[in-house]
């Protein structure tokens, strides 16, 4: 099956809300998709964000970002009134300004909660019934608030932070107004999520998510789950994940968030896994899971550290993880995101699940022609990239890096850095891969300002949104004609 598709989160689409939601516009790109030939949409996490609004660093690996609400949609079911007084004030809307955004937009979703509660209370008892982590969740939301934001591990109630069942029932009690209101916002995001993968899948469409290997050190997840993580009786992470000091880094890259307790998921099954991965079938049709070395072997560096120096390789759960996954869930459509520091345990992981790993063209032209990122190297297998969230866009890498310009002008046969993202397109459609996937920025052949993120850098990250109108039946049109050549997405299918 030759798949063809785009990489671009909700965050990211155009509207007047400060932020792409799952409304009239998120519909509007199933439209362009379908259009152009595509049959996969990617997006990244798409969970609570927390530290520097990075969707890695979530407060739940189960539970929606709110801030992706259709107000509009909401208007439209009559759970909210919205006047003029209520139109987002954000100067740029080419960049999400979550500063304004986030007061902004909690306070319209407290008025329809207040206003429309009791009309929904009936589904959203039965949402909570059905996904019992809501409940966990909305009492985290609502106590993290109560204590002014501290991380749970410092909550001044001994029995909330170990969750006796006295302190349980006296902060639902106590928080009962916020409780109710995260159970209420979740209860939005899934409805609307749902409908917009009906809506995409009805039209050939399938949404391809992004899950994190790891948790945030704040979250729903270590405050209800502590065993699963190495913590002390505190709370506090014993080790933390991150990467080797290598040609990039000379520190290596200190991530911070705790790591698995490998022995008790074990012991226990894999069941908190495979609850986890269930929530994101749920959600998903196709989940890349991010840091798929993690599995193979993982590097641990002490909690506290300044730097990764420190740290030391420590080995996976490997296949039996996977073969309690698939025993649960074989209907699991995974990709391996394998890029980084892949060894022959990794290799061998991935070849016995048979996943489908990465490969990044941007990351072709860094090395001599056996680079295993260029499409001659490629095998049917994989998903082939332009770039990824983590890159640079094709325009602005080329503007940057001579050697990589002069390389891939030699290699694909193009002039000028203009021309680079659309050649760069074809090289990994026209590929043996299976799967090609591109960054609606490549697309668009945008430079540097539309990068999504800088690893390694808090700050200015997340916001890039596109423009209203950027995603032209002219450009969709070129997209499907280049489906078409290349025998890729809707194409392929009907041709079978």
């Known amino acids: 099956m030759r798949n063809s598709g785009i990489l671009m989160h909700i965050s990211s689409l155009p509207g007047p809300e400060g932020i792409g ?33 990075s969707p890695y660093q979530s407060y739940s690996s189960f539970a929606g970002n709110v801030l992706f609400i259709s107000l509009e949609e909401l208007q439209k079911d009559g759970l909210l009134e919205l006047k003029k007084k209520d139109t987002f ?13 986030i007061p902004w937009k909690e306070a319209l979703l407290r008025k329809s909660c207040k206003a429309s509660y009791d009309r929904v209370s009936t589904e959203v008892d039965a949402f909570v019934r059905i996904h019992p982590w ?36 006296k902060y639902e009690s106590l928080l009962q107004e916020d409780v109710r209101y995260h159970l209420y916002t979740q209860y939005l995001f899934r409805k609307q999520w749902d409908a917009l993968k009906r809506y995409a899948n009805e039209r050939g469409i399938l949404l391809f998510g992004d899950m994190p290997i790891y948790v945030a050190e704040d979250s729903a997840d270590t405050w209800t789950h502590p065993k699963v993580f190495q913590l002390n009786q505190r709370g506090i992470p014993k080790r933390v994940a991150g990467v080797p000091p290598d040609f990039f880094s000379e520190d290596g890259q200190l991530w911070g968030n705790p790591l698995y307790d490998w022995k008790y998921l074990s012991d226990t099954g894999y069941q908190w896994w495979i609850d986890r991965m269930r929530g994101a079938t749920e959600l998903f049709d196709l989940i890349r899971i991010d840091h798929f070395i993690g599995f193979a072997n993982y590097f641990s560096i002490p909690y506290g550290a300044l730097n990764a120096r420190g740290g030391k390789w420590v080995v996976g759960p490997g296949r039996e993880l996977f073969e309690a996954l698939r025993k649960s869930l ?52 994989m998903v082939a990239y332009t ?46 891969a299976d799967t090609a996937m591109v960054p609606m920025q490549d697309i668009l052949g945008l430079n540097s300002a539309a990068r999504m993120n800088r690893p390694g850098t808090v700050g200015g ?36």
């Open 330 to 381: 074989p209907q699991l459509n995974i990709v391996a995101e394998d890029l980084g520091c892949v060894n022959d345990r990794v290799r061998k992981l991935l070849n016995w699940c048979g996943y489908p790993g990465m490969k990044v063209l941007s990351f072709g032209f860094g090395g001599d022609e056996s680079s295993e990122h260029l499409p001659a190297q490629y095998t049917k297998n």
């Open 21 to 53: 939601t799952l409304g009239r516009e998120a519909v509007e790109f199933v439209d362009f998709l379908a259009a152009s030939g595509m049959n996969r949409w990617q997006v990244l996490p798409v969970g609570p964000t927390g530290y520097g609004e």
């Open 89 to 101: 004030s954000g100067s740029n809307r080419d960049h999400v300004d979550f500063e304004r955004l």
């Open 134 to 169: 809501v409940m966990d969740y909305a009492l985290f939301m609502a106590a993290k608030k109560h204590f002014g934001g501290l991380p749970w591990s410092s909550w001044p109630d001994k029995g909330l932070r170990t969750r006796t069942d006295a302190a349980l029932k």
């Open 387 to 432: 770039g990824t969230h983590d890159n640079d866009t094709v325009r602005g890498m080329l503007a940057a890096d001579r050697k990589a310009l002069a390389k891939s002008k030699k290699w694909l046969g193009y002039r000028r850095i203009t021309e680079g993202p659309w050649v760069f397109i074809r090289a990994i459609m026209a590929s043996c």
């Open 461 to 496: 990250n997340w916001k890039w949104r596109m423009k209203r109108g950027a995603a032209t039946q002219a450009l969709a049109e070129k997209l499907d004609k280049l489906n078409r050549e290349t025998h890729r997405g809707r194409h392929h299918e009907r041709e079978q």
